[in-house]
């Protein structure tokens, strides 16, 4: 049995962090759902300029779109909608089997409003309408500016993909305000049924770190960190607070691992997959990443609800001179500010194509 449907098996979702439309095209998407147990995706900024800047393939698309008077912003995400609504069919079905608990894909709001609630919560509304897809998550970065913009968006009935959380303080109060979103809904007499996940980054903590630590201490500190989220995860859902929530008939908000693609050559491809096994949660890797674990990977023990280690690790981070607070901090805003030079990537390799494709024609 491969270690990917080992860890569906037991809990734990699979999706791919990365979209083109040569995955959609070739089957590759199709393939990887049905013989790698892929239950979901995600993407970002960073992938849709990665995929547009070395393919031909959305060329045809780009061009008519120029015709239609189309450009910038507006030209992208009718591209990424194109290809997230063809995704989000192919995963229709598991949402459909799981009752809305898997099966999604996420579409992020301009990171250009990372720092700007009205804005984002605008945003997310309208590119959630313009899918017209039930299994989409509309990804909102849980910057401090953001929190508002996610409580605001799961009352209005959006489901929300909180993105850029570094840290278990970040995680609870990404997980506060989709809970005060859905307490607003039921004492409003909505339906509370919303779903959102908690992207919590990982791989980025041991690269921001790596000259900085003994040997012995190296790419041990992401999962470490992850460990204490999970442990305030389990404590969450089992307060009271939750279990009201819960019991007027909501859904728990699942914790996600992000960024575990492995970053240093030397690690194991597969380490964070490994390490971060645990029910009730969601793994979204890399392409790479996947295709490893489904090769020669091997599923660890589930991670403990207690943390298990993790204050003990993080001890020793304190001692070699590691202020993980200040540094989650840090990571959270070079993280915005890494998406927004992904953005404005983007919008030249769009303005560029748009202009020697049309100038072509």
């Not at 995706?41 to 061009?63: C, V």
């Not at 009718?78 to 609504?85: P, Y």
């Not at 993980?324 to 890494?338: H, N």
Request: hydrophobic share 45%.
């Amino acid at each position: 049995m491969k270690a990917t449907q080992t860890l569906h098996e037991q809990g734990q979702s699979l999706w791919l962090d990365n979209i083109t439309r040569d995955l959609l095209d070739t089957g590759t998407l199709a393939r990887y759902i049905a013989e790698l147990s892929v239950t979901g995706l995600t993407s970002n900024p960073t992938i849709f300029d990665h995929a547009i800047k070395n393919s031909a393939t959305y060329d045809a698309a780009i061009r008519n779109k120029v015709k239609e008077g189309k450009s910038g912003e507006d030209l992208f995400f009718e591209l990424a909608l194109e290809d997230l609504t063809r995704a989000a069919d192919l995963f229709r079905p598991i949402w459909d089997r799981t009752r809305g608990v898997d099966g999604w894909v996420s579409l992020e709001v301009s990171p250009m409003l990372a720092h700007d609630t009205a804005s984002t919560l605008t945003a997310a509304k309208t590119l959630h309408a313009r899918a017209r897809r039930l299994n989409l998550l509309i990804k909102i970065p849980g910057t401090k500016e953001g929190l508002p913009a996610i409580e605001e968006a799961i009352f209005a009935g959006i489901p929300i993909n909180v993105t850029l959380l570094f840290s278990a303080q970040h995680y609870l109060a990404a997980a506060d305000a989709f809970i005060r979103g859905i307490e607003r809904r039921a004492a409003a007499g909505l339906q509370p049924e919303i779903e959102s996940v908690a992207s919590v980054f990982i791989s980025r903590w041991d690269a921001a770190v790596k000259d900085r630590v003994p040997e012995a201490l190296r790419n041990q500190l992401g999962i470490a960190i992850a460990k204490r989220t999970y442990k305030a995860y389990r404590a969450l859902l089992g307060s009271p607070r939750w279990q009201r929530v819960f019991n007027a008939g909501a859904r728990p908000q699942r914790l996600l691992w992000a960024s575990t693609g492995t970053k240093d050559p030397g690690a194991s491809d597969v380490l964070y997959v490994k390490a971060l096994a645990a029910p009730f949660t969601v793994n979204t890797m890399p392409e790479g990443t996947l295709k490893a674990l489904a090769d020669h990977g091997a599923v660890g023990e589930m991670l403990p609800a207690d943390g298990g280690d993790c204050e003990e690790v993080l001890g020793r981070f304190a001692s070699a001179g590691i202020d993980v607070d200040s540094l989650a901090t840090q990571l959270q805003d070079e993280g915005a500010k890494s998406f927004v030079n992904s953005w404005h990537e983007l919008m030249d390799v769009i303005a560029r194509k748009s202009a020697a494709l049309a100038k072509a024609s």
